[in-house]
Nanobody
Framework: VQLQASGGGLVQAGGSLRVSCAAS????????MGWFRQAPGKERDFVAV????????DYADSVKGRFTISRDDAKKTVYLQMNSLKPEDTAVYYC????????????????WGQGTQVTVSS
């Protein structure tokens, strides 16, 4: 499966942004989908994950209550709605897919998109 992230940009602190990740190839509905982010000089960290069919979600503590992950299997797209953005949310955001299971570990994801830059100004 190929993943294409989009929707990043520059936003002021307190604002909102929605990033999207469109899939092609593969069977999108069979994958759990995750979002990760990587700030300059830092590791790529888990942000959120949604299970197959969207029944279960999980979030990093740093974004819980502000970010919402969702999926539209008919459009083969996963979304990350980001509200109340903070400067520390600035990073390149990556979507990823995993064939099996559900979780936060980066190494368990099989497919990765190219990333989209989100910059939050103070």
């Amino acid at each position: 499966v190929q993943l294409q992230a989009s929707g990043g940009g520059l936003v002021q602190a307190g604002g909102s942004l929605r990033v999207s990740c469109a899939a092609s190839g593969g069977t999108f509905s069979s994958y759990a989908m995750g979002w990760f982010r990587q700030a300059p000089g830092k590791e790529r960290d888990f942000v959120a994950v949604i299970s197959r069919f969207g029944g279960t979600t999980d979030y990093a503590d740093s974004v819980k209550g502000r970010f919402t992950i969702s999926r539209d299997d008919a459009k083969k797209t996963v979304y990350l709605q980001m509200n109340s953005l903070k400067p520390e949310d600035t990073a390149v955001y990556y979507c990823a897919a995993r064939d099996k299971g559900f979780g936060r570990l980066r190494v368990d994801y099989d497919y990765w998109g190219q990333g989209t830059q989100v910059t939050v100004s103070s």
